[in-house]
């Protein structure tokens, strides 16, 4: 199994408050991805690292940033969560080449 | 939006083989198939993937339609832990951040 964990697993947090996950390797991997799966909309790309600090977009970025000082290390930040926010997130990592992703475990947030 | 058509769910025999279909009619030419499954409460896990011909390995096989517009995962001998949500995946060549999940296929396995 790929390296890659994330924390928290489970966050329970009121609106409007920040929040920031992280997702760690140890793979090396170059290219690191933040995604949130919801009912009736499978998982869907938030933000995406191709270096560090180096970020884009993804299809569901709004409401949510992204760093990446550290190779290892990429935060996925609500500033100031919303209940649509409530979700389960997950990280993947993909190398060089970025044929395969691997997914982390995932966190699950509650916004109330 | 998901570029694939998956049938919402499948059920098969413990130790039969279970053939997972999707159709990708407007793949083009260089967009990859992936196929990724999702066991309860875990993240994705990469399954298989291929271009243009049949792929084999030590999870499953993966054939490919001669006019690509069609892919089948096979299992050859299903069980219990195979029971997962299964996603077919256009991962375009030319735009490696752009793999979109559908809702995929839950396949149960029966013992």
């Known amino acids: 199994d790929a390296g890659i964990t994330q924390s928290p697993r489970h966050k329970v947090t009121e609106t409007g408050t920040p929040v920031t996950l992280r997702c760690h390797q140890t793979?090396?991997?170059?290219?690191m991805y933040w995604y949130r799966q919801d009912p009736g909309h499978g998982l869907r790309l938030i933000h995406y690292?191709?270096?560090?600090?180096?970020?884009d977009k993804g299809e569901v970025s709004d409401g949510y940033s992204v760093s990446r000082s550290k190779t290892e290390d990429f935060l996925l930040t609500l500033e100031s969560a919303t209940s649509s926010q409530t979700s389960v997130y997950f990280c993947?990592?993909?190398?060089?080449?970025?044929?395969?992703?691997?997914f982390g475990p995932g966190t699950r947030l509650l916004v109330l | 939006d998901a570029k694939t058509t998956q049938p919402n769910s499948m059920e098969s025999n413990e130790e039969e083989p279970v053939h997972l279909p999707c159709n990708h009619s407007?793949?083009?030419?260089?967009?990859?198939i992936h196929w990724y499954r999702q066991l309860p409460s875990q993240g994705p896990e990469y399954v298989i993937h291929?271009?243009?011909s049949n792929v084999n390995n030590r999870m499953a096989s993966l054939a490919i339609a001669e006019d690509r517009k069609s892919s089948t995962l096979i299992l050859h001998r299903a069980t219990l832990r195979d029971a997962a949500v299964y996603y077919c995946?256009?991962?375009?060549?030319?735009?490696?951040?752009?793999?979109?999940f559908g809702a995929g296929t839950r396949l149960t396995v029966k013992p």
């Open positions: 993947a990592i993909a190398g060089t080449h970025q044929e395969t992703q691997y």
């Open positions: 690292s191709y270096g560090v600090k180096d970020t």
């Open positions: 793979e090396n991997h170059r290219y």
């Open positions: 995946i256009l991962h375009p060549r030319d735009n490696n951040n752009d793999m979109r």
């Open positions: 407007t793949i083009s030419g260089t967009d990859y």
């Open positions: 291929g271009l243009t």
